[in-house]
């Protein structure tokens, strides 16, 4: 049945577009059409993700069923819930370094639009917890102006005593019938003297009186206690209220005394907590005083607040906290929140394209430690008019003139250039006046499209549509690389023929790929089904990786390719890592002297300023941990640690971005001596090299581990067989699994893109054991999907080249690393001896050295289908042997194999089923067929496994078709005329960016160029 698709529909338009570097991981998995998960592993703070929710010039469906550019969300609305693990949250106050609190927006033209998603959110469920804090009051004997003040980030929250809260009377005994006494308040408390009274007996008769002795009430404002000598009485005010009294003593004037107590104290810090502006602050603060503890809790919840800390300073030890500081403690990031956007309503009715940010979480006050994270999308619901919400396909009826048509014709120069079009290339041209003209027809009504690439500085044309003037059409685009893509020409043609010409105005590049006569429709019924030959993916590409498992699947069921799906795990993006080297940059500030009320410390890092001002005498040490508190509590790049009076601020990554300036400087108050030192540039690191982990306990990381266990399910769901290769090339092993050549050199060679380099590993126990590891653990996803496990040992091979040159005349085959040296002398009884290349004679020797080279592959393929089988009983194994590299004698264009290849990469035990540790045997000869285009060689290729003692049912071919012109349908037509079980096509890339018809197989056009 045709099928409709939607703007915004996860499993059909949401993708990756990517991760930062080897040591990062990130995928998106379990897609439907109303949700998704995206997770991963980040190591480093400045890893990040980025996932494209939609894009209007998307390239990864085959042209059969790619959705036409389509910029209008005008009336659209999203909403979806999302819920954050180890993730920078959405509502997190924190700088955003990158954009991970936006939806970034790219129009057709013009800037892009960032839309903070925490502004259109609600928190659905399990909201986020706050941080709390505690500090204690100690305050039993305080005096006036007794002074104590904490500090959150540079906010001070400062308590003087306002006055005298005790005072002392003297009592002088000596005349009779003296009346002595203490006024509280107008109340007087009075004691006629007596003869014999002493001075101290005055005293304590009057401490009686005010405290409620002879059956009198305690005053209620003051309690009386003795003095600092036998004859005087302290008075001290009773409540705490804050509060005053007036107090007076015979033969003393009056004096105030201040209500205050701890816990006086304890309420007027929550107070002024309470009453602050906390604009400029990462949370807000809300406090309670309960006796003499104060309670402290942010306002907003966050993960994040737990990096707040607070201090105290106090004058003397009167009027103290029990703690010098406090930390925050149990806040959480774990809402759902529920986003809602109306594009329109927020300025963006078009557009072209749209990503969110992942980000990782920050460390408090450390290093960045590696964590497994994920978010997860549900609820996801897309509203608005039928027709603005539906995509478009070029439908049944719809034709498509490339490049290479006979129906172009050119004039002007229009060089061939290859690229991600439909057949491989494009006509280039780069001189005004050239021109092309398309002749077509189509018996339907249609719109035109033209394929091109859109770039910075790529030039316009002047379009003309059956001889009437058109306008112009520009292929400049203000974007990072260039964009493949259809743009309309023209809508609204009638069914019948049409004459297009394009002339080129400007000396700037112009590609044309070519035109296409839109019937727009539905996506159309699904080719038909067949089983027989299946693209294979490739787990390090785009159209691997990058897509959730849904979406690749039903490319693959649009185009009738519904047989076992050969899925190459590839080099690099696959495996666990680990930071090798490396180093993060350092910056030291040193306070140093007595600083004093008065004085502004301040430290500028980068084009921010914080600072501190003093209100009490504090030394050097305390200046310190307050920069340091402040860093830790509001800083993304960097983080902070002290060292008595030393401040050591420490970037969070060596990434490019994370290089700070820094400066610190003191405006002195009189009679200071404070002041302080250091800073400079915060840069110079390294971020070491990300090598594979071969000792880590799962060989996978955690995003392609949820990438392979939601597509494994998949395949389960619709009875798809499934097999997972490996091969020997490793980007980043560890030194000692790498093949070598004589002189100790290893075998890299450079991937071509990336900058990445690839080795090839050596048959040494220590790549068998990764290889166990690798293989037993995704035999064990798969078992678990409910698909039955195949696995396949991917050009399992010695490497295929030698080293030697004209240069380096030492330089030989790689057969020489330490332990396979080792193995041979214990073998032969003597040093391996050196082969120099390819074709040498493998009978040097009596054969001898080149069977210990055969036998060494073989045991180790023995050891490791074992090992597999053992874990997985039911597991099928195949080898993917290439016969071009191990042809018998060079050959094809670039003259590869030779006699020793063969001889040592082909045991003999694999010529036979019955002896294989193989329940399969795959051929491949990429090179003889996409770059050599030899038919023979091709087609010797296929006769020479069939005439290995296999049955024909086991067979399989890996076919090519990553270039154009590649021969591919004639090579599954022998394939299949010589009775294979099945061919794989390398690669699904391939067949959807250059748009080969998969579902035409035969011996006909070798590919859509004709």
């Known amino acids: 049945m045709p099928e409709r698709i939607y703007k915004l529909q996860p499993d059909r338009t949401v993708y990756l577009q990517g991760f930062d570097h080897l040591g990062a991981s990130a995928a998106i998995s379990e897609a439907t059409s109303d949700g998704f998960k995206v997770s991963g592993h980040f190591q480093d703070a400045a890893d990040f993700a980025v996932v494209v929710l939609y894009d209007a010039d998307n390239f990864f469906e085959h042209p059969r069923i790619r959705y036409l550019p389509d910029f209008n969300f005008n009336g659209i609305t999203l909403q979806f819930d999302v819920r954050y693990e180890n993730l920078m949250p959405l509502n997190c106050r924190k700088y955003p370094t990158i954009d991970w609190p936006y939806l970034d927006v790219q129009p057709p033209e013009g800037d892009a639009v960032r839309i903070r998603l925490a502004d259109h959110a609600e928190v659905v469920a399990t909201p986020d917890q706050p941080a709390q804090a505690e500090f204690h009051i100690v305050g039993e004997e305080l005096e006036g102006y007794d002074r104590l003040t904490l500090w959150y980030l540079n906010m001070a929250f400062d308590y003087v005593v306002p006055g005298k809260v005790s005072t002392e009377y003297a009592f002088y005994a000596g005349t009779p019938g003296t009346v002595h006494t203490v006024t509280v308040a107008g109340r007087t408390y009075a004691h006629l003297e007596q003869d014999g009274d002493s001075s101290a007996a005055v005293a304590a008769a009057l401490i009686s009186l005010i405290n409620g ?215 280039v041209a780069r001189m005004a006046g050239s021109t092309v003209t398309v002749r077509y027809r189509c018996e339907h009504g249609h719109d035109l499209y033209l394929w091109t690439s859109l770039a910075s500085g790529r030039g316009t044309v002047a379009v003309e549509i059956n001889g009437v003037a058109s306008g112009t059409f520009s292929a400049a685009l203000e974007t990072p690389g260039e964009v493949p893509t259809r743009r309309k020409l023209a809508q609204g043609l009638a069914a019948g023929e049409h004459v297009v010409r394009l002339t080129s105005l400007t000396g700037q590049p112009f590609y044309f790929a070519g035109i296409e006569a839109a019937v727009e429709s539905d996506v159309p019924h699904p080719a038909p089904a067949q089983a027989w030959m299946t693209p294979a993916l490739d787990y390090s590409t785009d159209h691997a990786y990058k897509l959730p498992p849904a979406r690749i699947l039903w490319i693959l069921r649009q185009l009738g390719c519904v047989g076992e799906l050969n899925e190459y795990i590839g080099i690099f993006w696959w495996n666990r890592r680990r930071r090798v080297g490396g180093w993060l940059p350092e910056a030291t500030v040193e306070f140093h002297g007595s600083f004093v009320p008065g004085d502004g410390i301040f430290l500028r890092i980068g084009q921010e300023v914080i600072g501190k001002a003093v209100l009490q005498n504090e030394p050097a040490e305390v200046v310190a941990r307050h920069f340091e508190m402040i860093v830790n509590a509001t800083s993304v790049g960097l983080w902070a640690r002290r060292e008595g009076a030393r401040l050591i601020l420490r970037a969070r990554s060596a990434a490019p971005a994370y290089e700070f300036e820094v400066d610190v400087w003191v405006e002195r108050a009189q009679g200071s001596t404070g ?289 154009g012109g590649c021969p591919w349908q004639r090579e599954a037509a022998f394939a299949y005329q010589l009775g294979y079980g099945g061919v794989s096509l390398w690669a699904f890339d391939h067949v959807c960016i250059y748009g080969w018809n998969v579902w035409e197989m035969g011996s006909g056009r070798a590919s859509s160029q004709g």
């Open 213 to 427: 002795g002879n059956g009198g009430s305690p005053d209620p404002d003051v309690e009386a206690s003795l003095g600092s000598e036998p004859w005087k009485v302290r008075l001290r005010a009773r409540r705490d209220d804050g509060s005053t009294v007036q107090v007076a003593a015979s033969g003393n004037p009056a004096e105030t005394l201040h209500h205050v107590r701890a816990t006086t104290v304890c309420r007027a810090l929550a107070e002024q907590i309470n009453g602050a502006n906390y604009s400029a602050a990462p949370f807000s603060l809300r406090a309670e005083a309960n006796g003499t503890t104060l309670r402290i809790r942010t306002v907003e919840g966050g993960y994040d607040a737990n990096f707040l800390r607070m201090y105290s300073v106090w004058k003397n030890e009167r009027l103290r906290t029990a703690e010098s500081e406090t930390h925050f403690e149990g806040g959480t990031s774990t809402a759902v929140l529920r986003v809602s956007l109306d594009f329109a309503a927020l300025g963006v009715p078009l557009i072209r394209r749209m990503w969110l940010t992942l980000a990782p979480r920050l460390a408090d006050g450390k290093d960045f430690e590696p964590a497994e994270w994920m978010a997860t999308f549900f609820n996801w619901k897309v509203n608005g008019p039928e027709d603005v919400r539906r995509l478009r396909v070029a439908g049944p009826g719809s034709v498509r003139v490339e490049s290479v048509d006979a129906a172009c014709e050119y004039q002007g120069v229009w060089p061939l250039e290859t690229g991600f079009f439909p057949g491989g290339v494009a006509r």
């Open 675 to 963: 002041g302080a030192a250091g800073g400079g540039w915060i840069r110079g690191g390294t971020m070491g090299r990300w090598e594979v982990d071969a000792e880590a306990a799962q060989a996978l990381n955690p995003g392609a581990r949820a990438w392979h266990e939601d597509l494994y399910r998949l395949c389960a769901a619709e009875n798809r067989p499934v097999l997972t290769a490996f091969s020997m090339e490793l980007v980043e092993p560890p030194a000692h699994l790498a093949a070598r050549f004589p002189d100790g050199t290893p075998v890299v060679t450079d991937m071509g893109f990336g900058g990445f380099r690839s080795t090839h590993c050596s048959f040494g126990s220590a790549m068998l054991d990764f290889h166990k590891k690798a293989f037993a653990e995704v035999a064990g996803l798969m078992a678990a999907a409910g698909v039955r496990p195949r696995l396949q040992m991917g050009e399992f091979t010695w490497w295929y080249f030698t080293n030697r040159s004209e240069t380096n005349p030492g330089g030989g085959m790689a057969f020489y690393d330490a332990e396979t040296r080792t193995a041979a002398v214990a073998a032969l009884g003597r040093e391996l001896h050196v082969f120099r290349h390819p074709d040498d004679d493998p009978a040097v020797n009596g054969g001898s050295d080149a069977l210990f080279l055969r036998n060494r592959l073989r045991d180790y393929a023995d050891a490791l289908a074992a090992h597999i089988r053992a874990s997985q009983p039911e597991a099928e194994v195949e080898i993917l042997f290439p016969y071009d590299v191990n042809h018998p004698a060079p050959a094809g264009i670039h003259r590869l194999g030779g006699r020793l290849n063969h001889f040592v990469n082909l045991p003999v035990e694999w010529r036979s089923k019955v002896a294989a540790p193989f329940d399969r045997f795959k051929v491949e000869a990429l090179d003889f067929s996409a770059w050599s285009r030899n038919l023979d060689l091709v087609q010797a290729t296929l006769e020479f496994a069939a005439s290995l003692s296999w049955p024909r049912s086991s067979l399989r071919a890996m076919i090519a078709l990553f270039r």
